[in-house]
């Protein structure tokens, strides 16, 4: 069964930085694949960044050159490195399997950003 553990969240000023961790266990991690997503109440979950089993990025546009993802899988864990937050990052934050999702996700890390 595949377990997916997101941290690194908290209450940061606009500006400021956050680095978001995932673990996965109980999957072929180093051949998949794998996204961060965000979602906010009332809104469907968005597609932030995706690093490929090459190491080939994407992001979105909206945090393109401000977050950063990553990848050891060594240790089973992806990155994101979010820096100059803004108020419109607030969210909760997961990791999961890219294109296809895991059948499960995890419980997700929040993000505030706020004065």
């Known amino acids: 069964q595949v377990q997916v553990v997101e941290s690194g969240g908290g209450l940061v000023q606009p500006g400021g930085s956050l680095r978001l961790s995932c673990v996965v266990s109980?999957?072929?991690?180093?051949?998949?694949?794998m996204g961060w997503y965000r979602q906010t109440p009332g809104k469907e979950r968005e597609l932030v960044a995706t690093?490929?089993?090459?190491?080939?990025?994407k992001y979105g546009d909206s945090v393109k050159g401000r977050f950063t993802i990553s990848r050891t899988n060594a240790k089973n864990t992806v990155y994101l490195q979010m820096t100059n937050l803004k108020a419109e990052d607030t969210a909760v934050y997961y990791c999961?399997?890219?294109?296809?999702?895991?059948?499960?996700w995890g419980q997700g890390t929040q993000v505030t950003v706020s004065p």
């Open positions: 999961n399997r890219y294109p296809n999702a895991y059948g499960s």
């Open positions: 109980g999957a072929a991690f180093n051949t998949h694949h």
């Open positions: 690093i490929f089993r090459t190491g080939t990025t």
